[in-house]
């Protein structure tokens, strides 16, 4: 190609969907609203898990995902109006329990005090199931409720006696979100149901994950 006759394509105005009109302002739409979607998919509660350690301490009105700033996230709760439905939550999961947060050269650390022990215990010395509860506790008492909150298996590692309270928090949880919980736990299940819990069942056929015909929602693609 001779020198001086190659001129780069010219950028079409308008080529990022964000800056069209009409579609810009529908995307932009939408990522405000997925924006205010919350997922907690796994919380590490591990020897080394992030909840584990002191935190920063700061106000943190939502719980990151991975959990790296529970006791922030407690005390920010306890905080700002929360403190009652806190301390309910922890009593009717373990009666004569209680949570406190504590701050040394400007961390945080969780401390729990429960009935017949002589000293609260720290996070790190809390069994992984205790870690776990109190984690939910923090996402699902938010003083910033979602839109949408997803929970995938909030009964890994929890004792069985902890679903029922789990799902009274939950239920309530729900009367300020739209809360999707996906579990294998029947007691947990059977328990949301009875609080007013739509219930939908997943199969597998030949390797393909399905809604069960009984269970299937009615709805149609909307025309273009």
């Not at 105005?13 to 998919?41: M, S, V």
């Not at 406190?100 to 401390?111: K, N, R």
Request: aromatic share 6%; proline share 7%; hydrophobic share 40%.
């Amino acid at each position: 190609m001779a020198a001086g006759l190659y001129e780069p394509r010219a950028v079409r105005q308008h080529d990022d969907p964000l800056q069209r009109p009409a579609r810009g302002a529908r995307a932009a739409a939408a990522a405000r609203t997925h924006a205010r979607w919350r997922f907690y998919d796994h919380f590490r509660t591990d020897r080394e898990a992030p909840a584990r350690r002191p935190q920063v301490g700061t106000y943190t009105p939502v719980l990151a995902s991975d959990g790296a700033d529970l006791a922030a996230a407690i005390a920010t709760v306890r905080e700002i109006g929360g403190r009652q439905e806190l301390g309910a939550a922890i009593a009717d999961a373990f009666p004569g329990g209680t949570v406190d947060v504590v701050s040394t050269d400007g961390y945080f650390e969780l401390e729990m005090h429960q009935h017949g022990l002589l000293r609260p215990l720290h996070a790190a010395e809390l069994s992984d199931g205790t870690l776990r509860y109190l984690l939910l506790c923090a996402a699902l008492l938010t003083p910033r409720p979602p839109t949408l909150m997803i929970l995938n298996e909030p009964e890994t590692s929890l004792h069985p006696d902890l679903l029922a309270p789990l799902a009274r928090l939950i239920a309530r949880a729900a009367t300020r979100s739209q809360l999707v919980v996906v579990t294998h736990a029947a007691t947990l299940v059977d328990e949301l149901t009875r609080s007013g819990a739509q219930r939908i069942v997943l199969e597998k056929q030949l390797g393909e994950t399905i809604i069960a015909d009984a269970d299937r929602p009615s709805w149609t693609w909307p025309t273009r």
